[in-house]
């Protein structure tokens, strides 16, 4: 099957389900065998360089690609180009977090540019869809999940630095991740649904 091929497969939107579901399944297993984490002193990253960090990062890169390729897709069934932007600037945070993965906390700086890059490129796709989503009748609730992602985030690292968590930044991390990963999955199961129908996006 050709690159092409695979973008316009009518099931490339479980991609962007299969993606987040992953990571933060494994996210959470990390977590859970590692008993030195702790929310307010650590950095979710710092998973990627103790014993469980062939997990944790290996479900980073997967999740990253996953969603490239989905976010590739979508270009190409939105009809907008608000819509096709906002994708591509989800493309970039996709790869940016499959660098995450590649470059861990021992690979400094680059491990630090790709971290901020990821969650300043998914908070600013948020921005972009969800005010356009929200617009659309037919797809109100992802615009509402997006702007939902946008003020969650915003809200953790603004608090995060005007007054802090912690010494850590696992918290404000999760709060733009984890929303971002479940808004994402929301998007994928939406293009699915309207590839199945054949209905324009």
């Known amino acids: 099957m050709t690159l092409k091929g695979i973008l ?5 939107g479980w991609l962007a389900v299969i993606g987040p579901v992953y990571a933060l399944g494994s996210i959470a297993i990390s977590i859970s065998l590692s008993p030195w984490f702790g929310w307010r002193n650590n950095a979710i990253s710092d998973l990627g360089v ?8 290996f479900s980073l890169i997967v999740c990253g690609v996953l969603c490239a390729v989905f976010s590739c897709g979508a270009m190409f069934r939105f009809r ?8 591509a600037v989800m493309f970039q945070a996709c790869v940016a977090l499959a660098g995450i993965g590649v470059f861990t906390e021992d690979y400094s700086p680059h491990h630090f540019y790709f971290s901020v890059t990821f969650f300043a490129l998914l908070l600013l796709a948020a921005l972009i869809l969800g005010p356009y989503f929200l617009l659309i009748r037919r797809t109100r609730w992802l615009g509402a999940a997006g702007i939902g992602v946008v003020v969650l985030g915003l809200f953790g690292w603004a608090y995060h630095i005007a007054v ?17 990963g479940v ?8 293009v699915v649904r309207r590839d199945c129908s054949k209905e324009k996006l």
Request: hydrophobic letters at 60%; charged letters at 10%; zero cysteines.
């Open 164 to 180: 802090g968590w912690g010494a850590g930044v696992a918290i404000p991390e999760a709060m733009t991740f984890v929303p971002g």
């Open 80 to 87: 907008s180009w608000i819509s096709r932007a906002g994708m």
């Open 50 to 57: 103790h014993a469980v960090a062939p997990i944790f990062n």
């Open 183 to 190: 808004w994402f999955a929301m998007l994928g199961l939406f």
């Open 8 to 12: 316009l497969h009518r099931k490339i």
